[in-house]
């Protein structure tokens, strides 16, 4: 909820036409100073974060169960990697430690 709050507002508060009535001190503005710097780096996040919102849509069914068999199979393959390294190192770790 906030979320889509905070966003709506956005394009009226960081959009350039906003942004150039806004009178910022020009410290705020160059990027040369290091406050201005991290003013602009924010506004850019801002900006991109708000882009990124607006063109994200939900994933339908198809593409979510796609997703969803792409992630177990990932976590069943290193599941068996993670299996088959302990399965192997087990022997080797007793010969090691049982060998003194």
Same mark, same amino acid.
């Given at each position: 909820?906030?979320? *889509?709050?905070?966003?709506?507002?956005?394009?009226? %508060?960081?959009? @350039?036409?906003?942004?150039?009535?806004?009178? #910022?001190?020009?410290? #705020?503005?160059?990027?040369?100073?290091?406050? !201005?710097? +991290?003013?602009? !780096?924010?506004?850019?996040?801002?900006?991109?974060? @708000? @882009?990124?919102?607006? @063109? +994200? %849509? *939900?994933?339908?069914? *198809?593409?979510? *169960?796609?997703?969803?068999?792409? +992630?177990?199979? !990932?976590?069943?393959?290193?599941?068996?990697?993670?299996? %088959?390294?302990?399965?192997?190192?087990?022997?080797?770790?007793?010969?090691?430690?049982?060998?003194?």
């Amino acid at each position: 909820f906030w979320l *889509k709050f905070w966003f709506k507002l956005l394009p009226r %508060t960081l959009s @350039r036409e906003a942004m150039s009535k806004v009178q #910022l001190p020009p410290f #705020l503005m160059d990027k040369s100073n290091p406050v !201005g710097y +991290c003013v602009q !780096g924010a506004i850019e996040f801002a900006n991109d974060s @708000r @882009r990124l919102v607006q @063109r +994200c %849509t *939900k994933p339908d069914a *198809k593409e979510f *169960k796609k997703i969803a068999v792409a +992630c177990g199979m !990932g976590f069943a393959i290193m599941g068996f990697i993670g299996y %088959t390294v302990k399965l192997v190192f087990i022997p080797i770790n007793n010969i090691i430690v049982g060998g003194s």
